[in-house]
């Protein structure tokens, strides 16, 4: 082997390209190239994103507890611009496309809920030594999530209240909680595809909390009695359906994690704690979807005993 230096190693070729510095130089066998015009760091502001947790405290544990709300945050963020896509494809009657924007959500929530894991290493005796740091700061003030619970379909106007003095937050929040959510384009698909929703569901006052329905129930009833006759809106139900599953989910977990780490004591936000986010449990998207479970029916096959092939 030749003791000579490879003249390509440890130099930075430099160049002009698309009138930007770009730079070459090769590490370890791989030619790596970069330029000015855009870096890693400057596209995802990593120095900003980074730079943004500071604890409170000195306690080693507030760390974990501030990174995973940071990552739920992004994570919401990321399900609000999804769902608003979806939206927009259901209202343009592009199902297929909105039922593949609908799985990543999905996915996104399946993932929030794994996550929780990594916050139960958290010991109430962890928990305890930056728990009075906190004051009143709690995730009720989560202003992302409400805004995630207004647009998929649960209006609770009374909550807006609590991001007083927070202008940005209140103003998204009323302009969702006066458009229609998820649940209303889902409605309003439906009417257009010939199911017989009542017009006091598509054209309503869209900051009420929506009022389920009969007549909803029984035009869900029916698309799922028949899924052949109705493929499309069959589909967008059960893909809806999955939304409200792995939601509550999370509720459940959040509700069980927080049990494990501070049993029933009350919130950091004042609530009754573990029993609030209990109740939270029985809080529904899309209400219809799930009382028509109850009342469905098969037509009565398979009581013939002398009949079943297992004697
Ligand atoms: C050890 C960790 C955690 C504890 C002990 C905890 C505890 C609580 C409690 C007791 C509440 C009820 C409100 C209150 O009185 O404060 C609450 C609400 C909430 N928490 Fe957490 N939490 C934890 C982690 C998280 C994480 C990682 C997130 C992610 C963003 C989160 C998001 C929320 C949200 C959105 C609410 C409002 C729920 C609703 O109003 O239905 N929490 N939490």
């Known amino acids: 082997m030749s003791d000579k230096p490879d003249p390509d190693k440890s130099t930075i ?9 770009t730079f070459e130089a090769t590490i370890e066998g791989e030619t790596i190239q970069w330029d000015s015009g855009l870096t890693y760091s400057r596209h995802l502001q990593t120095e900003q994103l980074l730079n943004s947790q500071t604890p409170v405290s000195d306690k080693p544990d507030e ?35 909105a039922g593949k924007t609908m799985d990543r959500i999905a996915t996104i929530m399946r993932h929030m809920i794994h996550s929780w894991e990594v916050l139960a290493t958290l010991s109430p005796h962890d928990f305890l030594t930056f728990r009075g740091f906190l004051r009143k700061a709690s995730g009720f003030q989560s202003h992302q ?36 959510s998820l649940y209303d384009e889902v409605l309003q698909a439906l009417a257009r595809a010939g199911a017989d929703i009542p017009q006091n569901k598509i054209e309503r006052d869209w900051s009420e909390p929506y009022e389920p329905d009969d007549a909803v129930e029984q ?51 004042g609530s009754s704690g573990v029993n609030y986010l209990v109740k939270a449990l029985d809080l529904d998207f899309f209400p219809e979807l799930w009382s028509m479970r109850t009342h469905m029916s098969a037509k009565r096959e398979g009581g013939d005993y002398n009949e079943c092939p297992v004697q």
């Open 13 to 21: 070729r430099r160049s002009i390209e698309d009138g930007v510095e």
């Open 63 to 97: 760390m974990l507890f501030i990174i995973m709300h940071q990552t739920m945050e992004l994570w919401i963020k990321l399900m609000l611009h999804e769902t608003r896509v979806a939206m927009a494809d259901i209202s343009a009657d592009r199902l297929e496309r």
């Open 219 to 269: 035009a869900w009833q029916a698309i799922y009695t028949d899924p052949d006759q109705h493929w499309p809106l069959y589909a967008l139900g059960e893909k809806v359906t999955a939304l409200e599953y792995y939601f509550q989910e999370w509720r459940f977990k959040h509700m069980k994690t927080v049990a494990r780490v501070i049993g029933h004591k009350h919130g950091t936000g």
């Open 145 to 180: 999530y409400r805004e995630l619970e207004f647009l998929l379909g649960l209006k609770r106007p009374d909550l807006i209240l609590v991001h007083d003095g927070n202008e940005a937050a209140k103003a998204r929040l009323t302009e969702t909680l006066n458009a229609p």
